[in-house]
């Protein structure tokens, strides 16, 4: 089972960096970027008693403000669905790197700097999930570097069920801090949509 997850989790950040390599992002006046795009990668996991069936999709477009110091590379959408069971689980992920001229601090570790606010409920539900007990941190995120966060996860205590094929709107916000002891809060809110099959 740990050797499936891990092989799993190898595929996820392979196809997540492939994908993340094929985004352009260019400034719009008043302080916001977007940018659109599709793309879906599906593989297909068999295991003795069950096959998982992954489908990551890039958003069809999104935005995201203020510019900086945080600048939104890419945002995708993973599915993941359970052959047995015929449902299928939504995780969302943003690649994003630091543009300014110092350091800011973001959630790692057990936890997400990443949060999501998805209002098509005809097509996704938010249901409660199981709640781990996990070590999260705030590491610095240098000038420079970039860094993938998703949600939800398992510290979220939430799972995002997809009910139905179609097209989900999505609000999310990237939260980070100016300082290690979570001091100077700033935001980033990204608007994004998807099509989920």
């Known amino acids: 089972m740990v050797r499936e997850q891990w092989a799993l989790a190898t595929i996820v950040v392979v196809v997540f960096a492939s994908l993340a390599t094929a985004f352009f992002v260019a400034p719009l006046p008043g302080g916001s970027t977007t940018t659109s795009t599709t793309s879906t990668t599906t593989t297909t996991t068999t295991s003795s008693t069950a096959s998982t069936t992954i489908s ?30 015929g449902k299928g689980y939504l995780t969302l992920s943003v690649l994003f790197k630091n543009v300014g001229t110092s350091a800011v601090y973001v959630t790692k570790g057990c936890g997400s700097s990443l949060s999501a606010n998805v209002t098509s409920t005809s097509v996704i539900s938010e249901i409660s999930g199981p709640r781990c007990l996990c070590a999260e941190y705030i590491s610095p995120l240098n000038p420079g570097d970039s860094l993938s ?49």
């Open 56 to 85: 990551t999709t890039t958003a069809s477009s999104f935005s995201f403000s203020p510019p900086e110091p945080l600048q939104v590379i890419s945002v995708g959408a993973q599915t993941l669905r359970d052959s047995t069971s």
């Open 149 to 197: 966060a998703l949600t939800p996860g398992c510290w979220s205590g939430v799972t995002y069920e997809v009910v139905h094929p179609g097209t989900i709107f999505v609000e999310m916000t990237l939260t980070y801090y100016g300082g290690q002891n979570f001091q100077n809060q700033g935001v980033t809110t990204i608007q994004a949509s998807f099509t989920l099959e």
